[in-house]
């Protein structure tokens, strides 16, 4: 086999192969077999078992020819993957240049590829992991909440002031008189004077009793999180079905053992700090391994074809879909909200997507740099760690689909990388 490499583009690469003659004796004797024991029915033989030579007497020579084209191309094309270490990203545009029967094979081959890929010294990449610490007044807020959560409720007859929780229906209208996405709800509890609502809103229930409606006018603030609401006037319509006093409980003894399995506050506030810590901790290595690979992904010299990073757009926008899905929302509000268009919101999210390409490409040259790999044992012990978290059989037997198995093994395969890498890091 001869291959000449010709590097059209940063991305698009041209390959000029030819084929030798063992190469060409191998596969036609594998064809020949092929076809014996699936088209050729000769007397005498059971099917497949007759001599080559008669099998190619009684095969017809197109289609001998055909599937020889077939099979010599695919092996010699995947041959050459490997020997050139080409990641493709796309089928080849394949060019038959010269063709004598079994004899004689020349053909090109252009397709897309990921560049060669050029990593920092990512050994020599420090970062310090973080320590996170929790507060006497972290584990306060903590207690303040519990408090609210579990402080008695008792309906009363009278107007709503600021500390009783109300019941409401609502919905908010532009100045067109049409509904605005995400300003509307039904038997919502809210506690006047929380400031958990966009200024404004709650100080116009106070004063209302149960089963009255209200139309107030107000403006959401310049730096909301939506766009599209910000510095927006809003009408609300407000129906108030229900207002209760809310009495907290004192925080004591009595109180921790409603909160949980405590028998008194100080192993309440005991076990909230080490929640608070175990849960920032987490947060903070996520963080810190987000922004040690983000740091070598940007460091990353490598071309990468369109193609790649199209695929990693439009990964992202299902995933954003599914989510606004499960919020309730559809995908025409939530661009109304961004305030693009779609275009425009694919287009600002290249940038992402391109690091995240980058990012796992590092990732997988490191890993082979490393010798990094997965074990039966450990992609076996991470299955049952995950068919442990269903109780659907269904679900269960989906894990050991290929597809998944391969993608929970290249999981963990990323999980190792990532350590190793903050191994590095921190030495």
Do not use: C
């Not at 076809?35 to 005498?44: D, Y």
């Not at 402080?151 to 049409?178: L, P, Y």
């Not at 006093?245 to 080490?274: Q, Y």
């Amino acid at each position: 086999m001869h291959v000449n490499r010709t590097q059209v583009s940063d991305t698009q690469v041209k390959l000029a192969i030819t084929a030798d003659q063992a190469f060409m004796d191998g596969v036609k004797n594998i064809v020949l077999r092929h076809l014996g024991s699936k088209h050729a029915k000769i007397p005498g033989f059971r099917a497949g078992k007759a001599p080559l030579a008669l099998i190619e007497k009684h095969v017809d020579d197109s289609l001998l020819q055909t599937e020889f084209l077939d099979e010599a191309i695919n092996r010699l094309y995947t041959q050459v993957l490997r020997a050139e270490k080409l990641r493709t990203v796309e089928q080849p545009k394949v060019t038959i240049k010269k063709f004598v029967p079994f004899t004689v094979l020349e053909f090109d081959a252009e397709v897309e590829a990921v560049g060669d890929i050029k990593l920092p010294d990512y050994k020599k990449i420090k970062r310090q992991r973080p320590d996170v610490k929790v507060t006497a007044k972290d584990v306060d807020d903590v207690i303040n909440g519990l408090q609210k959560r579990l402080a008695q409720r008792t309906e009363v007859a009278r107007v709503a002031k600021n500390g009783d929780e109300v019941i409401i229906d609502f919905k908010g209208t532009d100045a067109n008189g049409q509904p605005v996405s995400g300003a509307d709800g039904k038997d919502y509890p809210l506690v006047l004077g929380s400031n958990s609502f966009i200024p404004g809103f709650e100080p116009n229930l106070v004063g209302l009793k149960a089963g009255q409606e209200k139309t107030f006018t107000i403006n959401f603030p310049k730096d909301y999180n939506v766009n599209a609401l910000r510095d927006k006037e809003v009408t609300f319509w407000v129906k108030v079905s229900k207002v209760a006093e809310v009495n907290e409980l004192k925080v004591d003894d009595d109180f921790a053992a409603k909160a949980g399995p405590f028998k008194t506050l100080s192993e309440l506030r005991a076990d909230i700090k080490k929640q608070l810590q175990a849960e920032r901790q987490q947060q903070a290595n996520q963080e810190f391994e987000n922004a040690l690979v983000r740091e070598i992904a940007q460091k990353t010299k490598v071309a990468l074809p369109e193609v790649l990073i199209d695929d990693q757009v439009k990964r992202a926008e299902q995933a954003e879909r599914q989510n606004l899905a499960y919020r309730g929302q559809t995908w025409e509000e939530h661009l109304a909200e961004e305030g693009v268009t779609e275009d425009e919101h694919r287009k600002r999210n290249r940038p992402t997507a391109g690091e995240s390409v980058r990012a796992g490409l590092a990732l997988a040259e490191i890993a082979e740099l490393e010798g990094l790999t997965v074990t039966p044992d450990e992609l076996e012990g991470r299955l049952q760690i995950l068919k442990g978290h269903y109780t659907d059989k269904a679900m269960r037997t989906e894990l050991d689909k290929p597809e998944n198995r391969q993608d929970i093994e290249a999981r963990l395969l990323t999980d190792k990388t990532v350590a190793k890498l903050a191994e590095y890091a921190t030495k």
